[in-house]
């Protein structure tokens, strides 16, 4: 069975500020994905970022990237530029990449708020 | 808007009662997913359809059960609720291959009262 864990429950930053969520994860498999997902006020699951776990080089969606340790089994999302409306619950994810099983296992979240 | 619908968006019930909760996945999706989020448990995986048939069973309570129909919608039913099982339930559809993102409908809040 995976695990993740993410353990800042809250962060804050400032508008324009850099900010790093962390998270880190268990598992005895070989290749996987993991996701961020950002959940607002509003309550919807928005997907931020993906990394499959095969490819070494670091994803990236604009302000978004991550920082994807395999060794040390972590996966933290970095976020640039902070503005407002990425105050949200961060969740980071795991799922298998073999099979069609491919449910998420979520860690328990990360609330950032974004100061002005 | 993700492409994945779920009804009704808001649901209040009573103790002991049934209810159902419908997901239409994204138009080529094959995969439809269940979660629960409470603020005691989580966001916890229920179970996975794909193309009709169940794949994966996670911490769903025998009380609840899932049905993936020819069309592909997929309904969640909940019975004999108790003061627990309010949460929000969300569905989600992916396509199972190379790019398996999922993506979450709005969510359906359940309040047992």
Sequence with gaps: AQTVTQSQPEMSVQEAETVTLSCTYDTSENNYYLFWYKQPPSRQMILVIRQEAYKQQNATENRFSVNFQKAAKSFSLKISDSQLGDTAMYFCAFMKSSGSARQLTFGSGTQLTVLP | ?113
Excluded at chain 2, 5 to 19: F, M, N, S
Excluded at chain 2, 80 to 94: Q, V
């Design chain 2, 1 to 113: 808007d993700s492409g994945v619908t779920q009804t009704p968006k808001h649901l209040i019930t009573a103790t002991g009662q049934r209810v159902t909760l419908r997901c239409s996945p994204r138009s080529g999706d094959l995969s439809v997913y269940w979660y629960q989020q409470s603020l005691d448990q989580g966001l916890q995986f229920l179970i996975q359809y794909y193309n009709g048939e169940e794949r994966a069973k996670g911490n769903i309570l025998e009380r609840f059960s899932a049905q993936q129909f020819p069309d592909l919608h997929s309904e969640l039913n909940l019975s004999s609720l108790e003061l627990g099982d309010s949460a929000l339930y969300f569905c989600a559809s992916s396509v199972v291959g190379a790019r398996s993102e999922a993506f979450f409908g709005q969510g359906t809040r359940l309040t047992v009262v």
